[in-house]
Nanobody, 121 residues
Framework: VQLQAFGGGSVQAGESLRLSCAAS????????MGWYRQVPGKERELVAV???????NYADSVKGRFTISIDRAVKTVSLQMNNLKPEDTGDYSCYANLYRTPVTFTAEDYWGHGTEVTVSS
C-alpha cells in the first residue's frame, strides 16, 4: 500500500492551498484517512481525519478554515485549506487506517511522505 500526497507549497497568509493523497495497492476497505502535520521540535499533530462512518474530526486550530473530503471510488482524501495562517506551516503527512484483504483481522496504519506547507505573514 502506498499513499501519494500532492499539493503543498508556499503561500502568503490568507491564501489557500489544497492537499490530496491517493492510496494505491491492495486495499479492501479504508476505515479512516486524514492529515497530520509536524513542525521541527514538536510532535506530530492531527489536522483532520475522515472516517468511513461518523463525523470528521478537526484540530481546533483549523476548524472553520480547513475542509477534509474523500472520494472512496479513487481512494483519495483531500484537504482544502483556506485563510492560511503562519502557524499552519509544517510538514503535512497523509494517513490511512485500512484493511488490505477481506480476511485481515487487524486494520493497519499507513503513512505517506510529507508535503511541505509554508505560510508567510
Amino acid at each position: 500500500v502506498q499513499l501519494q500526497a500532492f499539493g503543498g507549497g508556499s503561500v502568503q497568509a490568507g491564501e489557500s492551498l489544497r492537499l490530496s493523497c491517493a492510496a494505491s495497492g491492495r486495499i479492501f476497505r479504508i476505515n479512516v484517512m486524514g492529515w497530520y502535520r509536524q513542525v521541527p521540535g514538536k510532535e506530530r499533530e492531527l489536522v483532520a481525519v475522515i472516517p468511513s462512518s461518523g463525523s470528521t474530526n478537526y484540530a481546533d486550530s483549523v476548524k472553520g478554515r480547513f475542509t477534509i473530503s474523500i472520494d472512496r471510488a479513487v481512494k483519495t482524501v483531500s484537504l482544502q485549506m483556506n485563510n492560511l495562517k503562519p502557524e499552519d506551516t509544517g510538514d503535512y503527512s497523509c494517513y490511512a487506517n485500512l484493511y488490505r484483504t477481506p480476511v485481515t483481522f487487524t486494520a493497519e496504519d499507513y503513512w505517506g511522505h510529507g508535503t511541505e506547507v509554508t505560510v508567510s505573514s
